[in-house]
């Protein structure tokens, strides 16, 4: 970029030489320096448009680093909220310990669980046009690192929930308790560790892409 733009004062300097040459001088001279002044004012055009392409290029480069940076930034913050995951787990369980062991599910519990569930589903969209507009300026190596996309979450959503429900009933009848629990701390368990990964992966390839 700075050698063209070299080029293009040198020629504007030898324009304006030749133009102070021609005072003067004789009438062939004059036709001469005429011809190599069209043939400056040639090459000082091409170098013209050829400054403007690299300049484009640069800006749209740019650009795209720069929406690149945006888009997965957004990502990562949008991962942040993934945690809301948990506390609708954690809802979900509290009714079913109560529903379980003392026979009815109070509406508070299931206020509570509705309200948990609408956050989470709130942050899963909001996760979800995050990744999509990440991914346009993704590539596929940097798509597969990331291990959390949005329809692992979609699928945990549907299973993890009715895991817990079906644990106390499925379970044989002096083993109800145990099995309530471990169940609980397995599905809790890799919950916290998915959402923890999400944001620790979108974070490496947040420091990788801003360097």
């Keep these: 970029m700075d050698r063209v733009v070299l080029a293009g004062c040198i020629l504007m300097v030898a324009f304006g030489a030749l133009l102070g040459f021609c005072v003067g001088a004789s009438e062939n001279t004059v036709k001469g320096v005429r011809e190599a002044m069209e043939l400056l004012a040639f090459a000082a055009t091409t170098v013209t448009g050829v400054v403007a392409v690299?300049?484009?290029?640069?800006?749209?480069?740019?650009?795209?680093h720069t929406k690149r940076f945006e888009t997965v930034n957004d990502l990562k913050n949008s991962a942040i909220k993934l945690n809301s995951y948990i506390e609708y787990v954690g809802a979900v369980v509290?009714?079913?310990q109560v529903f379980n062991f003392d026979f009815e599910s109070p509406q508070e519990l299931r206020d509570a669980e509705d309200?948990?569930?609408q956050r989470w589903l709130e942050a899963l969209d909001d996760y979800g046009r995050a990744w999509g507009a990440a991914a346009v300026f993704l590539?596929?190596?940097e798509l597969a690192s990331l291990s959390v996309p949005v329809s692992v979450l979609v699928n945990r959503t549907l299973e993890d929930p009715a895991k817990i429900m079906v644990a106390f009933q499925n379970a044989p009848k002096e083993k109800r308790h145990e099995v309530f629990i471990e169940t609980v701390e397995e599905v809790m368990g890799t919950a916290s560790e998915m959402?923890?990964?999400?944001r620790i992966e979108i974070e490496a390839l947040l420091k990788k892409r801003s360097k």
Excluded: G, P, V, Y
């Excluded at 690299?54 to 740019?62: D, F, H, K, P, V």
């Excluded at 959402?195 to 999400?198: F, G, L, P, S, V």
């Design 54 to 64: 690299i300049a484009l290029t640069s800006w749209r480069n740019q650009f795209q």
């Design 139 to 141: 590539s596929d190596a």
């Design 94 to 96: 509290h009714k079913m």
């Design 115 to 117: 309200s948990a569930r």
């Design 195 to 198: 959402c923890e990964r999400a």
